[in-house]
């Protein structure tokens, strides 16, 4: 089944980029918040990227004006009825997932592909909320911040997604210009699986007081050529999201490497979630480097 039409379910910091790439190769994508100012506010934010493209020249005005038109913003869930894909991208909460999942379920049509981007959380979990019939067509489809620039889909498959539904994401993902690998549902899948001990040991080893974050950042950057440091990085991510995906691991996989580090765990009970609170490893916005 072709998909022209996505529904996208949160429309934040994933949601709207979600929104944004698929409106940018021809979709017609309906944003929805139950609060309509908040879909409101994720279209704006697609408008502001989209002025910052045409303002540097990588992008004309024609096709931005074309790309937000085939925008439309919604507080009723029932637009759904319109899609051939649902992507859900609202904060990692297991109940808040599955009661989405749920009422969706109730009035998407049959042949609706549904795809959630969560980022840990087991996708046959999430598909334990919808009838038996759309477990075939449930999916995960993970993007990477931010969206329009982060060129990997991590597809994961349930016990039940067919290989009909496998292939329609990765026309899609084509389309899309990015790559596409594929995991099974197991916990963290592929990318966060590898990334969260790697930075549960930086930080475990800042706690130990071998090396400052900026010495530890500067020491990934240049010795192991990462684009950014593990610090930098679960402050661009937040450190809510980081320490609720080392939880699902470290519960799923009961292995202590995956355990959240106290400083980790510390900060984010103080309300230090990083860029988006200001402050975490760093306070923001940070010193220019000398």
């Known amino acids: 089944m072709p998909i022209e039409r996505v529904f996208v379910a949160g429309a934040g910091l994933m949601g709207h980029g979600i929104g944004q790439v698929h409106a940018a190769i021809g979709k017609q994508v309906t944003l929805y918040e139950p609060d309509l100012e908040r879909a409101e506010a994720g279209r704006d934010r697609i408008?502001?990227?989209?002025?910052?493209?045409?303002?540097?020249?990588?992008?004309?005005?024609?096709?931005?004006?074309?790309?937000?038109?085939?925008?439309?913003?919604?507080?009723?869930?029932?637009?759904?009825?319109?899609?051939?894909l649902v992507v859900e991208a609202v904060f990692e909460d297991l109940d808040v997932k599955r009661e989405l999942w749920r009422e969706l379920d109730e009035m998407a049509p049959e042949a609706t592909i549904f795809a959630s981007n969560t980022s840990?959380?087991?996708?046959?979990?999430?598909?334990?909320?919808?009838?038996?019939?759309?477990?075939?067509?449930?999916?995960?489809m993970h993007f990477f911040s931010p969206v329009p620039v982060m060129p990997l889909v991590e597809l994961v498959r349930g016990h039940a997604t067919t290989s009909d539904t496998e292939a329609a994401i990765r026309e899609?993902?084509?389309?899309?210009?990015?790559?596409?690998?594929?995991?099974?549902?197991?916990?963290?899948?592929?990318?966060?699986?590898?990334?969260?001990?790697?930075?549960?040991?930086?930080?475990?080893?800042?706690?130990?007081?071998?090396?400052?974050?900026?010495?530890?950042?500067t020491g990934a950057r240049v010795g192991l050529n990462h684009p950014m440091g593990p610090f930098e990085l679960a402050d661009f991510i937040g450190l809510d999201v980081t320490l609720n995906v080392m939880q699902v691991l470290h519960d799923g996989l009961r292995q202590e490497h995956?355990?959240?580090?106290?400083?980790?765990?510390?900060?984010?009970?103080?309300?230090?979630?990083?860029?988006?609170?200001?402050?975490?490893?760093?306070?923001y916005p940070r010193e220019p480097k000398a």
């Open 47 to 84: 408008a502001g990227n989209l002025d910052r493209a045409v303002s540097k020249g990588k992008l004309d005005a024609a096709a931005r004006d074309a790309t937000l038109a085939r925008i439309a913003v919604t507080d009723d869930l029932a637009k759904v009825r319109e899609a051939d």
């Open 120 to 140: 840990s959380i087991s996708i046959d979990t999430l598909a334990g909320a919808v009838s038996p019939g759309r477990k075939m067509r449930f999916v995960g």
């Open 172 to 217: 899609l993902t084509d389309e899309l210009g990015k790559k596409l690998i594929v995991s099974a549902d197991r916990p963290g899948f592929l990318v966060n699986r590898i990334l969260m001990p790697f930075l549960a040991e930086a930080m475990r080893t800042l706690e130990e007081g071998t090396g400052t974050a900026e010495d530890i950042d």
């Open 258 to 283: 995956f355990k959240p580090p106290m400083v980790l765990t510390d900060l984010v009970a103080a309300g230090h979630l990083g860029q988006k609170t200001g402050r975490g490893f760093y306070t």
